[in-house]
């Protein structure tokens, strides 16, 4: 699913959204608690794109309306959105964001869903390139998909209220809610 682009060429994605683009002034942005975004281009295209899947998933075991949303169906539909926007395989490259544990009752789905992310890559021989999974704290992402800069900003606190609002004081860095990748 292709959301529409905005006048000012931003565009915001949802769980269960990808996007591509050979924009260069087209900017994605998504916010992710123990979701994953793949943010994924070809340089020398000059195509890139995103997407934002809640589960890592299982597509012979999933529900019609679970799909769309789980991991292996968008990393599917982007690598192939990528493909038929001009770019190659074998020049593809990777920045995974989220995988935050947002909720310590129920399992790490988080984790899950950043090493099912990496798996992919792996299996696909798509380079890896950085990036930021993990953590108590969701991320707003922005990208751009033609460059591959990405912009990170820490949100202030977890979902859930059995986790901490904010870590001591002495493990924090004055500049570790953002975090910017070229």
């Not at 993990?134 to 751009?144: A, C, N, P, V």
Request: aromatic share 6%.
């Amino acid at each position: 699913m292709n959301p529409a682009l905005s006048a000012d060429k931003r565009v915001h994605i949802i769980q269960g959204e990808f996007f591509v683009s050979a924009d260069r002034d087209v900017m994605v942005t998504t916010i992710l608690g123990s979701c994953v975004a793949a943010c994924i281009r070809d340089p020398l295209a000059g195509v890139g794109g995103i997407n934002h899947f809640l589960l890592p998933g299982n597509l012979s075991t999933a529900r019609n309306d679970e799909a769309e949303r789980m991991g292996v169906h968008l990393m599917e539909l982007l690598v192939n959105g990528l493909l038929k926007a001009g770019a190659r395989r074998d020049r593809l490259e990777a920045k995974l964001f989220g995988g935050a544990r947002t909720m310590r009752a129920h399992s790490d789905i988080g984790k899950k869903n950043a090493d099912f992310a990496q798996r992919f890559l792996q299996a696909e021989g798509i380079s890896y390139a950085g990036g930021s999974t993990g953590g108590l704290q969701g991320r707003r992402i922005q990208y751009w998909p033609v460059s591959g800069r990405a912009r990170q900003i820490m949100l202030t606190g977890p979902t859930d209220t059995e986790l901490p609002a904010r870590l001591p004081a002495e493990s924090v860095d004055s500049n570790a809610g953002e975090l910017e990748l070229f």
